[in-house]
């Protein structure tokens, strides 16, 4: 079985503040991470994705995030936030033996403030 | 342009009226896949369907009928909507599963009163 969990479905931060948005999976397999953005009235676009490799891994837009095994965190950050970034972010798992299936956190809806 | 297009966007039906909402993606995609977004909950998987003529169900099927005839469409049924699959919903595509891209549509918002 496979989860995530996101802490936090409002995030606030003033333009030019640090974006660190939580994430947290639960997968028996190693597992393959990813990161969604959904703008108001569009569907989901993918911001970046950890499969294999390097465990900082960088996205769309300035995003990065880093997956931490011991953890089991793959938490989105962004050095400065942009207006433009107001959004709500999905984290998702999927692995090798559950291709046919993507599950997602509850969203976070991340709120950029002059 | 790559994309996956969904219509309507929106739809206001009554209780056991049937409706179909429509699905295509062009880039060829093996994999083709249903959710729905709840307040929340975040996104469901109602169907998938790997290839042509091949569809399981995801973890909120009931209710839902899915149907892949062609690599293209994939067409979400609801033989008789209620109120509680008040919901929006998405279409998404990907090259051979949720283990590489999703491309998702824009997204049907259906009201059920």
């Known amino acids: ?114 | 342009e790559a994309q996956v297009t969904q219509n309507p966007r929106y739809l206001i039906t009554v209780t056991g009226k049937k409706l179909t909402v429509t699905c295509s993606q062009n880039m060829n995609h093996e994999y083709m896949s249903w959710y729905r977004q709840d307040p929340g909950l975040g996104l469901r998987q109602i169907y998938y369907s790997m290839n042509v003529e091949v569809t399981d169900k995801g973890d909120v099927p009931e209710g839902y009928k899915v149907s892949r005839k062609e690599k293209r469409n994939f067409p979400l049924i609801l033989e008789s909507p209620s109120p509680n699959q008040t919901s929006l919903y998405f279409c998404a595509s990907s090259l051979r599963g949720m283990n590489t891209e999703a491309f998702f549509g824009q997204g049907t918002r259906l009201t059920v009163v």
Request: hydrophobic letters at 35%.
């Open chain 1, 1 to 114: 079985a496979q989860s995530v969990t996101q802490l936090g479905s409002h995030v606030s931060v003033s333009e030019g503040a640090l974006v660190l948005l939580r994430c947290n999976y639960s997968s028996s397999v190693p597992p393959y991470l990813f990161w969604y953005v959904q703008y108001p009235n569009q569907g989901l676009q993918l911001l970046l994705k950890y499969t294999t490799g390097a465990t900082l891994v960088k996205g769309i837009n300035g995003f990065e995030a880093e997956f931490k095994k011991s953890e089991t965190s793959f938490h989105l950050t962004k050095p400065s936030a942009h207006m433009s970034d107001a959004a709500e972010y999905f984290c998702a798992v999927t692995n090798t033996g559950t291709a046919s299936k993507l599950t997602f956190g509850t969203g976070t809806r991340l709120q950029v403030t002059l």
